[in-house]
């Protein structure tokens, strides 16, 4: 029997049905479901009674061989999705019941019609790349949970002072950038924070890195595009002892001068793409591309 696993985060109980009616259709295709562990406590009682599953905590226990990764939220859903998938190259597939959804793209209204599209092959998947990050002197994120699919930042802490980033690419120093921050971004984050720091966009199958920095006090930075071959190193300093550097949505305090150093990661993060929610489609419809009244 096929496998499916389902992740999702608490919204409003109403947007449950969209989630239900998706998970119907793939039951009656004979497929087992695997919801997360806390099931009981984040739908409605009504809606757990209606299958019979198993259940997850976490990357250990999720099957490796599932064929399918199902997230119910916005793009933020899918970051922490990442962390459960990892290395194990179940593609996901993103349904949206939140706000923007550059990855999450596929709304949950047609849910139902994608998923049904899938079964019946009428989709490709697309490769992501990602980056990891490691320091010399201090075990970053954890040995499995070093990796972002969209940016690492650095960015100050109890202080609204700037800090200031030395940039090396490859051993070779770049320049000293003088902000609030820094963001090294993959192509997927380029329209996340980067793109609203001034950052250019970038397609999911090009393989570099953005170096962008957060408002930064001089008039001649601008963001940097190099292929993702290449090592970025980072040395953080500011007036505190500490600053602030995060992976995706999962951030920690590092102390000020530890070097950081980024590199491709060793593996992908696989998305199920269905023709009618192409990356072009999402930019013109998020972005509301050509929607000028001069097309019309």
């Known amino acids: 029997m096929k496998k499916v696993i389902v992740y999702f985060r608490y919204h409003e109980e109403r947007d449950y049905k969209y989630l239900s009616e998706v998970i119907n259709v793939l039951t009656g295709s004979d497929y087992q479901i695997y919801l997360p562990a806390d099931l009981p406590v984040a739908l409605p009682d009504i809606f757990a009674r209606k299958m019979v599953c198993h259940t997850y905590t976490g990357y250990e226990d999720i099957p490796k061989d599932a064929e399918l990764f199902i997230t119910y939220g916005g793009d933020g859903t899918i970051l922490r999705a990442a962390t459960i998938i990892r290395d194990s190259g179940i593609p996901i597939f993103g349904i949206n019941a939140g706000r923007l959804g550059f990855l999450a793209y596929i709304p949950k209204e047609n849910a139902v019609q994608a998923v049904k599209k899938y079964l019946n092959g009428d989709f490709y998947i697309q490769a992501r790349s990602l980056l990891s990050v490691s320091a010399k002197e201090n075990g970053l994120f954890g040995k499995n949970l070093n990796f972002a699919l969209n940016e690492l ?30 963001i090294v971004s993959t192509p997927t984050g380029s329209t996340g924070y980067s793109m609203s720091c001034g950052g250019p966009i970038l397609t999911p199958d090009t393989q570099d890195f953005i170096i962008n920095a957060i408002a930064p006090h001089n008039l001649t930075v601008r963001p940097l595009v190099l292929p993702n071959h290449n090592t970025i190193k980072l040395v953080p300093q500011g007036r505190e002892k500490e600053v602030l550097v995060s992976l995706d949505s999962r951030v920690m305090s590092i102390p000020s001068g530890l070097e950081l150093e980024i590199v491709k990661a060793p593996f992908k993060i696989n998305f199920i793409q269905i023709e009618d929610y192409t990356f072009i489609k999402t930019l013109r419809r998020k972005l509301f591309w050509g929607y000028d009244n001069r097309n019309t």
Request: charged share 20%; net charge negative.
């Open 153 to 182: 930042t650095i960015s100050r802490k109890n202080t609204t002072s700037m800090i200031n980033v030395d940039v090396y690419i490859n051993d070779e120093f770049l320049s000293t950038y003088w902000s609030d921050g820094l």
